[in-house]
């Protein structure tokens, strides 16, 4: 078999990789032609392979060797190898081919090769995992670093919010003192007026049913205020809520959620449509007084301007491509951006009237909270507070009851609990307990690794025991080979089915949100809105529930009372006696109840 110029232009190739390009296998065929040079060709191309060609740097090393003085030749060359390899003379061994058996080298070249595969392998799995190592420990450097960054901030809101908890129990316990020294002195002059001592009071000097008749006409009053301050709204409240199951029925706020919800939904489509209707009209309107501007041109007051027909298939075909433009830019519009301004539109119109209607809603009810706030003033300046007092003392007795009840019963969970897991940690340490028992009180497990690994260090010769051994030892391998292959491909085909299930699930959630209207509850909230908006929803519950409490005991008064027959008389009778007097204390009840000091006394609370 002759040598080609496409096999020697390989065998170069493989050999250095550099080789020029104008080096081309027709180049090499004008050479391989001549027959004297075929016996070489073929020497080169069997013998020669990329051991026997020196790389670029061991060129340079030889060079620099040659200039220094230190390249060795012939029998220098062998003394050197002699003393280098005086500790292993098997390496010497290795370089002299002129005793030895060349193939029988190669096929130990081979069997250490093939021996060294694993190795080989497991230094690679060993990199491949220093390496995997090394991303996850920078990355739980970042990891750390954030956590450290968040820590710091954490710790600063900590030291922020205990400030600010520090300032307001302060302020607290200020007050708590001032309002002890206030009940003090007001338990002080009680047991002095008790006792007869001291300043001569009023209510020490006043029968007691004089007393009584002073409280009740006072009641009457403010009920007769009540009632003429409070009609409306309270027919209002009645009209729109007069059940008060209903605002604690949790199904029936939903069902009237869900009507508002549908009947804004009913007038976000009707306000679309008519937008749409609109528009369409409009565009009609413009393009019937286009066509009308363009029929007035061409009639001309009588004097009709009669195109050519050259001009007028022109003009057609003009008016047709701008109509197929006008057309495309029209379905496009409609279709993505003129249905998105209509929308934003709609919601824009709810939006405002749900906003008007908030802002009407929050002026009744501060007109409200001012006519609650002057009651209360009139309540606290004139009424008979200090006849109270006993209830105030009773209630804070309760309220402190109630914060004792609450600490046993969470000091009752938190030892139930306790009990209970040290009950399970007893359990789980007894039944370990007597799992290591159980392994002392058993005999040794027999274990064939460490017997073979014995007789293995053992001088014993018997190597057909040894042989048998090693065939156990490389089946159990294998064996453990494909039991790692079966687990790991039902592993992975596991994880595969999962992914893929996922997929189809985003897919199909993917296409649900491009093909419908986006969803709003995939929108994104903070935990500090979260926890703000909980706290404002659990703060507006207890108002609620204070309010219609207050509701529902104003309405008892009210059926208890009847009519204000008596106190029309007795506001007549005064007026019929004292006139003038009844009018001033009218003005400074107007005075005193548009005072803006309402503030101040709930701070001084």
Not at 427 to 432: A, L, P, S, T
Not at 459 to 468: A, G, I, T
């Amino acid at each position: 078999m002759s040598i080609s110029g496409k096999i020697l232009y390989n065998k170069v190739r493989n050999l250095r990789s550099e080789l020029s390009n104008v080096v081309t296998p027709e180049l090499l065929d004008k050479i391989c032609q001549k027959p004297a040079v075929q016996p070489f060709l073929k020497w080169f191309c069997e013998n020669v392979s990329y051991v026997n060609v020196l790389s670029d740097e061991e060129v340079q090393l030889k060079n620099k060797l040659q200039e220094t003085g230190e390249w060795l030749e012939g029998p220098e060359l062998d003394l050197a190898l002699q003393e280098a390899t005086a500790d292993c003379p098997d390496l010497l061994e290795l370089t002299t081919y002129d005793d030895k058996d060349i193939d029988n080298l190669f096929a130990e070249h081979e069997i250490l090769r093939d021996s060294n595969k694993e190795d080989e392998s497991y230094i690679e799995t060993l990199q491949n995992g220093i390496r995997n190592l090394k991303k996850l420990e920078a990355k739980l450097e970042e990891d750390i670093e954030t956590e450290e960054e968040c820590l710091v901030k954490e710790n600063i809101e900590v030291e922020k919010a205990y400030q600010d908890c520090s300032a307001i129990v302060e302020k607290f316990d200020t007050n708590n003192h001032e309002f002890f020294k206030e009940v003090a002195c007001l338990l002080d002059t009680y047991a002095e007026a008790a006792e007869n001592k001291g300043i001569p009071l009023v209510w020490t000097q006043m029968p007691l049913e004089l007393f009584t008749k002073k409280v009740e006409l006072y009641n009457h009053y403010l009920h007769v205020h009540i009632k003429r301050q409070f009609k409306n709204s309270q027919k209002e409240e009645e009209k729109t809520d007069s059940n008060y199951v209903s605002l604690i029925d949790d199904s029936q706020e939903k069902r009237i959620d869900n009507e508002k919800l549908q009947e804004l939904a009913m007038c976000k489509a009707n306000l679309t449509n008519a937008n749409f209707k609109e528009i369409s009209a409009k565009v009609q309107e413009e393009s019937y007084a286009a066509m009308f501007d363009y029929v007035q041109d061409i009639y001309n007051s009588g004097n009709l301007k009669v195109p050519r027909h050259s001009d007028m298939r022109t003009e057609i075909s003009e008016l047709i491509n701008r109509r197929d433009f006008l057309e495309e830019n029209v379905s496009l519009l409609h279709d993505r951006q003129l249905t998105e301004i209509v929308q934003r539109f709609a919601e824009f119109q709810i939006n405002k009237v749900l906003r008007e209607d908030a802002i009407s809603r929050s002026k009744r009810a501060k007109n409200h909270l001012e006519k609650l706030e002057n009651l209360r003033l009139l309540v606290r300046e004139h009424g008979y507070a200090r006849v109270c007092l006993l209830c105030i003392l009773m209630e804070m007795e309760f309220h402190r009851l109630t914060d004792v009840y609450e600490f046993v019963s969470d000091a009752f969970h938190y030892l139930t609990s306790e009990y209970s897991l040290s009950a399970a940690r007893c359990e789980r340490m007894q039944q370990q307990q007597n799992e290591y028992t159980a392994m002392l009180s058993s005999p040794t497990p027999h274990n064939s690794f460490h017997k073979h690994f014995i007789s293995m260090i053992s001088d014993e010769d018997d190597k057909h025991q040894l042989n048998s051994i090693l065939d156990k030892y490389n089946n159990i391998i294998d064996e453990n080979k494909t039991k790692k292959q079966t687990i790991l491909e039902s592993y992975l085909k596991s994880k595969i089915h999962k992914l893929e299930t996922l997929e189809e699930e985003v897919k199909s959630r993917y296409l649900n949100e491009i093909q419908q209207t986006p969803t709003h509850t995939y929108k994104p909230i903070s935990f500090e809105i979260e926890t703000n908006h909980a706290e404002a929803v659990d703060s507006l519950q207890k108002l609620q529930a204070d309010v219609t409490k207050i509701r529902n005991q104003m309405k008892e008064r009210l059926k208890l009372i009847g009519s204000f027959e008596r106190e029309k008389s007795i506001l007549w009778q005064r007026f019929l006696a004292d006139p003038q007097s009844l009018r001033r204390s009218h003005k400074e009840m107007k005075q005193r109840a548009n005072k803006s000091c309402f503030n101040d006394t709930i701070e001084n609370e």
